[in-house]
């Protein structure tokens, strides 16, 4: 990116708190090639990326989600965000031309990982023809409390914490389907939404099995935790939390081109019950951006589980439960 454009762009960005910027020993002053901060003793580190399009109008709303989306990951594990990177793409020319967009992007990612108290240190840009947005996060973590895909125990209970339908409300929202603005308000609402409170559950109560639902779907992130585990996962459908939108948009036809790739791949470890419908299905396969954490909890600790979600804020459906593996094969099942 040109220089002078984009030194524009970041002094309109405000500096983080003096207490997180006291984490960082070098890498500011002198414009040096990478960035040196603190490591608190006897902690794990987390390292995660990720980088999206936009999915709704608003240029900060966006860079909010985009950097909720890649914290996301830092919080399944049970991590604690410490320190993050910009990697930012657009075409050169709207350095000058759209420079209020771009800072606008920048200002949701910096306030996003204020709010979650990590300080950001830097980041990189790239000429492209298209706009997209995300972070590099490294986090901290106990090794001794780390929440994984192969920790699955049966009769563990399946907890999610936001809402299904990101996906397929993103695409009615782009086609100005019925009620679009209510739509993207609740998007901006719950995707640019943290999920510390999840990650909290998850170190409290010393959870050993977690995800974070994007790409995949939550059918398909089940399934990698139920093949990793060697278990099967019931989803009660009736029990999933939607969007208010999300179901009458699918009817509609208004599902991504991934949600049906995903349900494809994943079919042949699935069992599904006559009485779901297309468009359930499709909702469970959405692919999500800055969806929920699924949280493995022990019975006895679910309604102290519960109890913690509620008072950050969270939805804490009970969505399923683990059970041992099924003969034929299957590892989840959709009832």
Known sequence: ????????????????????????????????????????????????????????DDAYEFGRIAAANALSDVYAVGGTPWCAMNIACFPACLVEEQADTLQAILRGGLDTLSQAGAVLVGGHTVDDRDIKYG??????????????????????????????????????????????????AALCHWCGRLSAGGAAVIRALGLRAATDITGFGLGGHLLEMALASHKCVRIESASLPLFDAALPYARNGLIPA??????????????????????????????????????????????????????????????????????????????
Request: hydrophobic fraction near 45%.
């Open 1 to 56: 990116m040109p220089p002078a454009g984009l030194e524009k762009i970041l002094s309109g960005l405000k500096p983080a708190p003096a207490a997180l910027e006291s984490r960082v020993l070098a890498g500011r002053a002198r414009n040096e090639d990478a960035c040196v901060v603190t490591m608190p003793d006897g902690k794990a580190l987390v390292q995660t990326v990720d980088i999206l399009a936009p999915l709704v």
């Open 135 to 184: 972070l590099a996060v490294s986090g901290l973590i106990d090794p001794q409390c780390i929440a994984t895909n192969d920790g699955l125990r049966e009769g563990d209970v399946l907890v999610l914490t936001k809402p299904l339908g990101s996906g397929i409300l993103s695409t009615g929202i782009k086609a100005r389907w019925d009620d679009w603005q209510q739509s993207e």
């Open 258 to 335: 991934s949600s049906h790739s995903n349900r494809q791949h994943w079919a042949s470890s699935c069992s599904v019950a006559s009485t779901v419908s297309p468009e359930m299905e499709s909702l469970v396969f959405d692919v999500q951006t800055s969806g929920g954490l699924v949280l493995a909890v022990p019975a006895r600790k679910l309604d102290q589980a519960r109890e913690m979600l509620a008072a950050s804020g969270d939805c804490a459906a009970v969505i399923g439960e683990v059970l041992p593996p099924r003969a034929d094969g299957k590892a989840l099942h959709l009832v």
